[in-house]
């Protein structure tokens, strides 16, 4: 074949592999937004995409063959993926049209909504993915020409598929959607696939024509293949056993990937773009395995039985080392890059996913390729057995990502987990040591070692690297490693908080106040609050206070089911019974699947605090996201966004407020507290006309409180005092862009704000700049003139401008300026009932936050 014509052909192969995994992040996350973001959804839709991979593998590879031509087949694929990728956009909408119904349908049953997703999921994945399958054996067909080189041409098509798909979840993670949008970025990859199928048809008729110009009556790829000299005269394995090997090293190796993502979630800020760089490394390390695999195809000592049988051991061997090798790159779970700016932490974190995964990484990527290698001396057509190789690993990936997630990690941890994949590799050595052709005494004698490790890795149980980190003064009392998180119980002095991957705490009783705020500011205004939902709980404070209140329903959705487990056991004293109470349902599911699908309509949906760069948060703050929730509001019912603004810079909260004030027709702030710094702050969404009750502050106190003798204006200053201003009229965040599924704003900037943030290049809305951004929304609507608080009188006024003031006079103080502090804590006192300040302004001690300096 002529090089210009191998590379052009090479060069579409590429494409194609980049297209696809454009796809497959495109699709999860897609299918996440329809089924929920939770582990059992992502399984499921990858599951599925593995499914129509393996199935045309195996389908198209048994055609290939028989074709004409290889290439143009190929083309005709990838212009079949083309076509079905874009009805995904004609059966997304008829999704949210239909599925509300059949999910009603499922009921509670699991196994129901298990079905039906997977119903669902396969109509949009499986016939993209079942064409996909079909690329590769096609494409070996057509360029394996020589038998003999079956090895070496096929190891390199694998690797340049592979190297194309890393390239696909780069671009995927870093570029396409900031740049052209979710949509923009799907459009692309159809515009791949059909450019690709094109060329591809057209370069097949191009080899077809003779130099005449006639068309040949046997094109290339229909030509009887030529035989290369053997390299060896070992008898091919059997074909079963291929299979065997290639499907339980992808299972092992589909599985250990799993397992490093739970490892690197432990000391990384979990964004889009981490989550990037752990796929890229891991997919480049695949490639640089094809690689090895060709150059040792290539070797004609030792035998190839020989060399397999050490890839096996040695891949074994870098898995069972793997977690501590990692708590060693990593310090012992330190935090990667802390301090570091935006591109210092790329760089931080790509050198350690480099140094823990590249070595291990090569060494799985080498054991599919080459096994093309043994299957050369049978001289099998190459598109079939390319087919079968694919089909047996994409099969046995399915079962070992399922595996990994939800069995081994809920039950040996990860650590344990690791050791029973790499006690796959010594058992995989069994079969093709007994079958060697040496005496039966001497295959047992070999065959030894490699059963023992396999029963030592399995029994082996000492304890493995610390799941999570613990600072001088805390104390584990538990700790879970599921199937969506690693969360662990802390005591740290009096006070018990839940901590999340090592890093994220979410809340404790350290913070009992301020979580319990985040029911009772926004409850106190509503009149009647009879029904609520929370979607997020992390210890089941916030929630379990709405208890106080004569609610008649408490819908909790709560995304990790780690989480939930440890908030019923370790915080009952402070969650108000929310397990117990007949009034509260607790659901581990995702909290905005939960929200589109409800069946009631509620006074109150509150919105927990979320770390806003981590992977799937922003979609917590889109316009579709608020939609839904004003779509479940009952007439007068409050939509309450609260915002970690020590994890906010001014560019995510005027996003977030600019994204609800598109879809509520008015949008207030409401402070869930009066620190100088690490302050909170609830946007709450209502319908027009809806307004500030001040006979429902006073009742609500009273009830509260138990006595009906408390004074009204005492009652209504503790409560007024942390309203902020009516962001919908002071226009502060008009030019601040929209927050959508497809242009995800928030989700791109946030980690990006972060490393400046810590890198001192920029700040978060705490302290002063807080402090502005109250004052301008005073100016801006002055309390006299917001319809907000159309029925309070001028003595209410003051007790909003008071809170103003105690802000003030917090952030004076804490800056040393005492003078100025003492006056505006003088003009609260003024505006106000009370005698003295109300209480100690110091911040919480376990608030939900991002510890990465601990």
Avoid at 451 to 457: D, E, K, M, R, S
Wanted: contains cysteine; glycine residues 10%; proline residues 6%.
């Amino acid at each position: 074949m002529p090089r210009l014509v191998l590379a052009a052909t090479a060069g579409l192969f590429l494409l194609s592999g980049f297209a696809a995994l454009v796809y497959q992040v495109l699709w999860v996350r897609e299918l996440g937004l329809l089924f929920g973001n939770t582990a059992q959804a992502a399984a499921l839709a990858i599951a599925i995409f593995f499914a129509g991979l393996a199935a045309g593998g195996w389908f198209w590879g048994r055609l290939a063959p028989r074709v004409r031509s290889p290439l143009k087949v190929f083309g005709l694929l990838e212009l079949g993926v083309a076509a079905t990728a874009a009805g995904h956009f004609v059966l997304i909408d008829l999704y949210h049209i239909v599925y509300p119904a059949l999910n009603a349908a499922a009921g509670d049953a699991a196994w129901a909504t298990t079905a039906l997703r997977a119903g669902l999921g396969a109509i949009v994945l499986f016939p993209p993915a079942f064409l996909m399958g079909g690329t590769l054996p096609m494409m070996g067909q057509h360029l394996v020409r020589i038998t003999g080189r079956l090895a070496t041409t096929g190891t390199a098509v694998y690797a340049l598929n592979t190297f194309g798909s890393a390239l696909g979840a780069l671009a995927a993670g870093f570029v396409l959607p900031p740049a052209l949008g979710f949509t923009g970025a799907y459009a692309l990859a159809i515009g791949i696939d059909l450019f690709v199928g094109i060329a591809a048809i057209a370069m097949a008729a191009s080899l077809a024509l003779a130099p005449d110009g006639k068309r040949d009556s046997d094109e290339p790829a229909a030509a009887p293949r030529r035989t290369a000299t053997p390299q060896t005269t070992e008898p091919a394995l059997s074909g079963r056993l291929v299979a065997l090997i290639a499907c339980v090293s992808g299972a092992a190796t589909l599985g250990v990937e799993v397992l490093w993502t739970r490892l690197f979630a432990q000391v990384l800020q979990n964004s889009v773009y981490t989550y990037a760089v752990v796929l890229v490394a891991f997919l480049l390390a695949l490639s640089l395995g094809s690689l090895a695999a060709n150059g040792l195809a290539r070797l004609k000592t030792p035998q190839p039985r020989h060399i397999l049988l050490v890839t096996l051991a040695t891949s074994g061997g870098v898995i069972a080392a793997s977690p501590w090798a990692f708590h060693t790159v990593t310090g012992g779970l330190a935090y990667v890059g802390a301090g570091a700016s935006w591109l210092e932490y790329l760089g931080a974190v790509s050198v350690v996913a480099l140094l823990v995964m590249v070595l291990p990484g090569i060494l799985l990527g080498i054991t599919l390729p080459y096994l093309l290698r043994l299957m050369e001396a049978a001289r099998p057509e190459p598109g079939e057995i390319l087919g079968r190789l694919v089909a047996a690993n994409t099969a046995g990936a399915i079962v070992g990502s399922l595996a990994a997630g939800f069995l081994l990690l809920p039950w040996l941890g990860v650590s344990g987990s690791l050791l029973v994949l790499a006690a796959l590799y010594p058992a995989l050595m069994l079969p093709v040591i007994l079958r060697e052709p040496i005496p039966w005494p001497h295959r047992v004698i070999y065959a030894t070692p490699a059963a023992v490790a396999v029963a030592g890795l399995i029994a082996f149980r000492a304890t493995g690297p610390a799941a999570t980190n613990l600072n001088a003064d805390e104390r584990l009392l538990e700790v879970i490693e599921g199937t969506h998180a690693t969360a662990a119980v802390i005591e740290r002095g009096e006070h018990r908080l839940i901590r999340v991957n090592n890093f994220y705490t979410l809340g404790g009783t350290g913070a009992l106040e301020s979580e319990r705020n985040q029911t009772l500011i926004p409850m106190m205004t509503h009149p009647e609050p009879r029904s609520v939902f929370y979607l997020g709980m992390g210890t089941g404070i916030t929630a379990g206070t709405s208890l106080l209140f004569p609610v008649e329903r408490v819908d909790v959705c709560e995304l990790l089911p780690e989480v939930v487990e440890l908030a019923e056991r370790y915080f009952a004293p402070w969650n108000q019974g929310l397990f117990d109470d007949g009034r509260a349902t607790v659901r581990a599911e995702d909290g905005h699947h939960c929200l589109r699908h409800a069946d009631t309509e509620y006074d109150l949906i509150i919105s927990d605090l979320f770390t806003p760069w981590k992977a799937g948060t922003g979609n917590l703050y889109t316009r579709e996201h608020y939609e839904t929730g004003r779509a479940r509001l009952a007439e007068g019912g409050l939509f309450v966004q609260w915002l970690p603004l020590y994890q906010l810079t001014e560019r995510e909260l005027g996003t977030i407020a600019r994204t609800m004030d598109a879809v509520f027709p008015q949008v207030v702030m409401w402070r869930g507290d009066l620190f100088a710094d690490g302050s909170v702050i609830a946007l709450v969404g209502t319908e027009a006309g809806v307004t500030v009750d001040p006979d429902a502050l006073v009742a609500h106190g009273r009830s509260l409180a138990d006595n009906p003798a408390l004074p009204e204006n005492l009652l209504q200053a503790v409560n007024l005092r942390f309203y902020a201003g009516n962001v919908s009229l002071s226009g502060l965040f008009d030019d601040a862009p929209l927050n959508t599924h497809d242009r995800p704003v928030v989700e791109y900037q946030a980690p990006r704000s972060q490393r400046l943030v810590q890198a001192g290049e920029e700040t978060w809305m705490t302290g002063s700049r807080l402090g502005f951004l109250y004052q301008s929304l005073a100016e801006q609507v002055p309390p006299a003139e917001d319809p907000y608080l159309a029925r309070l009188d001028s003595a209410a006024h003051g007790y909003v401008d008071a809170g103003r003031h105690y802000y003030f006079y917090n952030v004076l103080r804490m800056n040393q300026r005492h003078d100025l502090a003492r006056t505006q804590l003088q003009q609260f006192l003024d505006l106000t009932p009370f005698d003295q300040p109300p209480g100690d302004p110091e911040a919480p001690t376990t608030r939900s936050s991002w510890e990465e300096n601990r």
